[in-house]
């Protein structure tokens, strides 16, 4: 996993200062990030043209990200929530930064002037470098980043969704403690935030409203994260046309180089060299596929779930299990929870 320059500066901390460290941590990025949303020099203009990868969490959003940011014409960003938050309070749906409403999915709505223009301030690039970033849950705003950046490009990249189910479930045992705050969960956030808000969009899109109460544990949940992503694809696919470029994770694994020069050229990315291509295919390395174990969900998104299974051709194949069945590993009790 990544290391954030959050975990360094905890490693160098007593146990007992964390809690204090990480919630200082999250108010100065926070603060900072308003400042630079608000008051940041920089022409504000229609013709920005940013690349967003996106995907379920737990795909190789990652991966993606940290080939395109060696790039010599790509500034890239890795999940900047403290932007987002920053562009519009409601996208902070981890409750890192911002107090109040929160939305996993969004719509053109939400896209003001004001969130157009504070976009641009905290991630346009000076100069003629191409933004690429990458926050996963953005497969769940592409109403909100069509309309803030009309013209952006999107790279989705896709998993089988009994290894992201189980991916999700393995990051969601740890849980930190904050300061004068409820707990953070590594996937659900401070207080299971994400896990509520997760709910409460999903049912108002009317996705699986009247199932999504009987998933009880963390691989369930991933699934239909997973779900939701790959329906609001679905839904955007036409509209966003040849903008939106796809790949699989296990065809980038298998043939890296071809792949990735695929995905170059079908985004317009100029690609000045064979050498970057060269260290990109390099950078690739086989995921572990340790999770293809049972996973039951309730009928109708286990439906789904198969369908999308067999139309990616991944292995992977959900179980069904009606309400009084479904059970499961539940959350860990380690990290304090």
Known sequence: MRTTYRAKILKLMPESAEPFVRTTFYSIQGIRADVRARFRPIQVTDDFAPIFIIGSGRSGTTLLGDIFATHRQVKYYYEPYDLWAAVHASTDFLQL?????????????????????????????????????KTPINALRLGFLDAIAPKARYLHIMRDGIEVAWSIQRVATVTRR????????????VNDAKWTSLVQDGKAAEYYADEVSQLTTDEQRGAYEWLLSMRELDEWRPRLGPRLVELRLADLIAEPREMLASAVDGLGLPL????????????????????????????????DFNKYQERYQFKGRATRAEDEAIQGIGRSDEGGR
Not at 105 to 127: C, N, S, W, Y
Not at 282 to 302: C, F, G, I
């Open 97 to 133: 930064y911002k107090r109040g409403e929160n939305h996993c999915m969004l719509d053109i709505g939400a896209a003001t002037e004001e969130a157009m223009a504070r976009f641009q301030r905290v991630m346009k690039p000076r100069g003629d470098l191409i933004l690429v970033e």
């Open 272 to 303: 000045s060299d064979e050498r970057w291509l060269d260290k990109a295919t390099r950078m690739v390395h086989p995921m572990s596929s340790a999770y293809n174990r049972d996973l039951a969900l309730p009928s109708k998104m286990q439906d």
């Open 178 to 189: 904050m300061a004068f705050r409820p707990s953070m969960n590594d996937w659900w956030g």
